[in-house]
């Protein structure tokens, strides 16, 4: 019986390493992803099982790359492994979609267990962010998540980039559009969002999980 297919998705090699060598017994690693866009064309060309992503990748964050696959139709499985147990991640990930959400501190005790729940159909929370408390949390920021403005696609992805400190020029290059398109995408995010610098825009993109995971 041929074992389910793991696509990994990290920018740090030494996780990747440490990945490899806690599911290779179990699961065929089919690939490796060092950054969002790769993980989502990784996802579509090789259709795994499963994805394990970080939630906080170069050009594209794992939220954002989970939402393009969904849109491109992709009903693969992902598992997001990061060091983040912050109730804002937890709950974007869970929205776009995500079949698990492990600590990586508890990689090696939680990972597997959330992967086989994933192929189980389920979905996996770690025990360090499934308590009452935050629970509570989770559904108040769903439900506050639904009531805030929404931004599209685009603007995530050109916020992100801003975020990490990119040029109008530098963004425009990565996603194929004119600087003065990228400029335009800022600045009506702005304005719908009631900012009035660049600082609050990023500092927006880190407080809604957009960008500054680990």
């Given at each position: 019986m041929s074992r389910p297919s793991v696509l990994l998705?990290?920018?740090?090699?030494?996780?990747?390493?440490?990945?490899?060598?806690?599911?290779?017994?179990?699961?065929e690693l089919v690939g490796e992803a060092a950054n969002g866009q790769q993980m989502v064309e990784l996802g579509l060309a090789l259709d795994p099982d499963v994805i394990v992503a970080d939630i906080s990748m170069p050009l594209l964050n794992g939220i954002e790359a989970l939402r393009k696959l969904r849109e491109a139709g992709s009903v693969v499985k992902v598992v997001f492994l990061t060091m983040h147990p912050d109730v804002v991640y937890a709950t974007?990930?869970?929205?776009?979609?995500?079949?698990?959400?492990?600590?990586?501190?508890?990689a090696s005790e939680e990972l597997i267990e959330a992967i086989r729940t994933a192929l189980r159909g389920g979905t996996y929370l770690s025990p360090h962010v499934r308590n009452p408390a935050?629970?509570?949390?989770?559904?108040?920021t769903r439900r506050h998540v639904k009531e805030t403005i929404e931004l599209t696609g685009r603007q995530r992805e050109v916020l992100q980039l801003l975020a990490e400190g990119k040029s109008a020029k530098e963004i425009g290059g990565i996603l194929g559009i004119s600087a003065r398109t990228v400029e335009s995408h800022k600045y009506k995010m702005m304005d719908d969002l009631g900012l009035k610098t660049s600082a609050e825009l990023v500092q927006y993109a880190i407080k809604e999980g957009i960008a500054g995971g680990t």
């Open positions: 998705a990290d920018d740090h090699k030494i996780i990747l390493e440490g990945l490899r060598s806690l599911l290779r017994d179990d699961f974007r990930a869970l929205e776009a979609g995500a079949s698990g959400y492990v600590l990586k501190h508890s935050v629970t509570e949390l989770l559904d108040e």
